[in-house]
């Protein structure tokens, strides 16, 4: 039987180019961790999170302590048994999404691996469909957010997504960017629960002129029937984000037919085991996903991006966030082209790796 030899975990904290602006704060760095899993046959898993402390209540640093439990649990295990290693971990500590993200990313490495296929054929998928991600506007002065969009479109990006959440001059913002933009280049906007509910119901009516594709968490995450009633009086669509963490979540959002997409993410989902089951669910009653993400490298990425090859129920990407960093120490793993088109690798695994030389200059735990 094959089993788990060893694990390293690592503090990789990213500078960004920018300050990364949100309703919900401004961060300057990515605070990530990532996670090597070593096997006995040879193989080597690797997996990466990236914890936002207002979203899911997890740091860079809390990440990196409670991966020391898991690592104790998951060691000598069978990492091609993944269903074993995911309750393995939720038997030890509750949720932590992200960082069981991590661990989960790199058993499906090794899985992968050891099939001897890509990450995304292993999954069931293909390389049938285009992925594009589309490319951020942090909040801003609504000037600022113009120019920054009509430089995201002159740069070649097919798609832009638009951070709000600021009601007071949230209209405003649109407006400048669709003058600046033109008003065909397809646009999300993404309030981060940033409105309240008669806010985002007057906010959402005032932009259906601008042809906006979908609005992602209009309302504070915990007011399912609200957003449901957000839903029948919007004129745009509605994209459930922090609300949708889990399969229990989608369930709960489908029973109020409170959404008209999910927005599925790894570091809130634990990973690929679970983010599967809300594709279930969604393909099973008619519900489209975005796939993104939070500030994750390349590394993380490259999981979300195989995950996208498998489901025809995924038909959004928001995988922009490499883009934004000063440093790329990923080995592998997606390119980008001038349009935001992203390339999958076809190795056996992930087809993602991180630069043994920046390995070595990173805060690391006792080795497991």
Known sequence: MVTIKSIEIYKSPIPLKEPFKISLGILTHAENVIVRINSSNGMTGYGECSP???????????????????????????PLDIPSCTLA???????????????DIALYDIAAQHAGIPLYAFLGGNKNKKIITDYTVSIDAPQKMAEDAAKIKANGFQVIKVKLGQPEKDVERIRLIRA?????????????????VPTAISILNQLAPYNIQHCEEPIPRWNYMELAGIRKQSPIKIMADESCCDHHDAKRLLDLEACDYFNVKLGKSSGISKALKILQ?????????????????RLAF?????????????????????????????????SYDSKGVVTVPDTPGLGAGVDETYLKGLVKASSF
């Open 281 to 297: 669910m969604a393909e099973a009653n008619g519900i489209k996903i975005q796939i993104g993400g939070f500030l994750e490298s």
């Open 180 to 196: 600046a933009v033109g008003i065909e280049i397809p646009v999300r906007i993404d309030a981060n629960q940033g409105w309240d």
């Open 302 to 334: 490259t999981a979300a991006a195989h995950l996208a090859l498998a489901s025809e129920t995924i038909i959004y990407y928001d995988f922009d966030t490499p883009l934004m960093f000063m440093e790329d120490h990923v080995t592998g793993g997606i």
């Open 52 to 78: 936002f402390m207002m979203i899911n209540g997890e740091s860079m640093d809390t990440c990196f302590v409670v991966a020391q439990y898991l690592a104790k649990i998951l060691k000598g295990k069978n």
């Open 89 to 103: 971990m939720d038997s030890v500590i509750y949720a932590n999404s992200s960082i069981k993200s991590a661990f």
